[in-house]
C-alpha cells in the first residue's frame, strides 16, 4: 500500500507549481483527480512539443485521473461540489480571487466539507499588496533577490536553468498538503495552506538576508567559486569537473591532492601550503596548479581520481550525461512514459521511503479521460451523464477521440 493510499485530492491547476504539487501527491498513492476546462488546461499545448506530445504536461501530471468541467454552468459547478464532499485536499494555483469567481473558495467547500483543506498557490500569496499582481517564474526570481545571487561577478543577473520558483512553490504546497492532512487527523478540521512562490524563493535565501542587512554586502554573485568553501570548476579535456573544499580540505585530504596532481611536496610539514591559512594566501597557484592536472583529462576520469583521494567532485554534467548517469539510473530518477508512440523521458520520485510507497507511474490523463467513471463514482445515472455531455457540461477524450464522436452506449 502506498502511503497516501485513501487521499483524494482535486487538482484544479495548470502550469506547473499546482500540477507539481498534486503529481507528488499522486506519487505516494494519493486519488488525484485532475479538473480541467472544456478546452483542457493550457501545459496541454505549452511548448516543449514532440510529436503532438507536450513534454511540458508530461512531466508535470503523471498518476492523475482526469475530468473535464464546464465550472461557469451551474450543473458543473454541481459536479465539482459533489466531488468536495468525497474528497481531502483540493489544490489551486489559479490567481488570487479565481475560486472565487468559480464558486470553490475555502469558505464555500468548507461549509460542505470540513473535513477538507485547500492548498492555494499563487505568485505572492493570499494576502499583501501584491496579492493581485501577476507572476512567472523569472518574476519571482528577481523579485526574490535569487537572479541578483546567480552569476559571474562581472555579468548580469542570471536565471537559474529551470522553473526553480515554480518547482520549489510545488514542493512547499506538497509539504503544506501534509500538514494540513496531519491537522485533520488530529482534529478532523481541514485548513487553508496560502503559498507564495515569491515566499518560498525567499526562504531559500539562507545567511545572505543577514550579510546584506548586518554587513552591507549586496553584491554576492560568485559565479562558479565559494567563497567560504573555497569549491570551484575547473577545466578539463571535455568539459569542467567542480572540486569540493579542497582549500580547506582536511590535512589528510589535502596531502592525497597534493599527490594526485604531482605537487607531493605541498604536504611537507615545511611546505608553505600545508596549512590552509596559507593555501589560501597562495590560491592563485594552487587554482592554476590543479587545472593544469585537469586540463590533462576528462571530467569523468578527473572526477573518479579526485573522489578516491577524498575529494568532494563532480563532473559538470550536460543533461544528456545526466541521463545516463549511472547513480541517478540506479536511484530511478529518470523515468519513461509511454505516450502514444512516444517514449518520453521524465524525472522520478525523489522521496524514497521502505517499501512500495510510489505508485507504478501512469501516462497523464487525456483530456477528461475518466469523466464518465468519477461521475459514475459520485452516483450520477448514465442518462444523467449522457445529458452532461450533450450540453457541454463534461468533456473527455479516450486514444485522442472525444467521447462526443464515439458511439455512446450509456
Known sequence: MSVLSGVRVLDLTHYIAGPYCSQMLADYGADVIKIERLEGEV??????MH????????????????ISLDLKSSKGKEILLRLVETSDVLVTNYGSNVPEKLGFSYETISAINPKISMVHITGFGSTGPYRDYGAYDGVIQSMSGLAELTGHPD???TYVGTFIADHIAGLQ????????LFHKE???????????MLDGLVSLLGFSVAEAKLHGINKQRWGMSDRFQYSKAFPTNDGYVFLGAYINAPEKKWIELAELIGKSEWGQIDSPFLR???RFKNRKIVDNTIADWTIKHTKEEAFQLLQQAGIASSPVNNLEEVINNPQIQHREMIRTLTMGDVEVPVPGAAIKISGKPVQEFTVPPALGEH???ILGQLGFSEKE???????NIIGFETNNHSLRELDLKL
Open 173 to 180: 504546497a506538497t509539504l503544506g498538503t501534509m500538514f494540513a
Open 43 to 48: 501545459g496541454r499545448t505549452s511548448s516543449p
Open 51 to 66: 510529436d503532438d506530445v507536450s513534454l511540458y504536461f508530461a512531466s508535470e501530471n503523471r498518476n492523475k485521473r482526469g
Open 155 to 157: 555579468g548580469p543577473p
Open 186 to 196: 488530529k482534529t478532523g478540521q481541514g485548513r487553508f495552506v496560502d503559498i507564495s
Open 385 to 391: 451523464i449522457k445529458d452532461f455531455i450533450a450540453n
Open 276 to 278: 590552509e591559512e596559507e
Open 371 to 373: 469523466s464518465e467513471e
